[in-house]
């Protein structure tokens, strides 16, 4: 079992920027992909980044293509959501999420694909 707890949201004009942070318990961490998602009130759960076990490859939707950047820290056993020129549209719940996966697994945009959730962490932009 892995357990994350997201941080680093909060109340953001638009064009500002928010890093959001994912911390899990164990080191088993190491082992998986991380994703990141959005839900907005009245909204479906929809992706945004991803990041593949080994911090190979990356995955954006188009919507934040160019503007939010994901990473992880293997020693640290956290991984993290940069988000610069802030939309009123990034208004949502984000959560991280994690599932083992081999080395090379290219990370999974489903949210069904993965195991393991935070409980989220609000990001409001105001206009």
């Known amino acids: 079992q892995v357990q994350l707890v997201e941080s680093g949201g909060g109340l953001v004009q638009t064009g500002g920027s928010l890093r959001l942070s994912c911390q899990a318990s164990r080191r088993a961490f190491s082992e998986c992909a991380v994703g990141w998602f959005r839900q907005a009130p009245g909204q479906e759960r929809e992706f945004v980044a991803a990041?593949?076990?080994?911090?190979?490859?990356?995955k954006y939707a188009d919507s934040v293509k160019g503007r939010f950047t994901v990473s992880r820290d293997k020693d640290k056993n956290a991984a993290y959501l940069q988000m610069n020129s802030l939309k009123p549209e990034d208004t949502a719940v984000y959560y991280c999420a994690a599932r083992r996966t081999i080395l090379t697994y290219s990370p999974d945009v489903q949210p069904g694909s993965y195991n393991y959730w935070g409980q989220g962490t609000q990001v409001t932009v105001s206009s």
């Open positions: 990041i593949s076990r080994n911090g190979a490859e990356t």
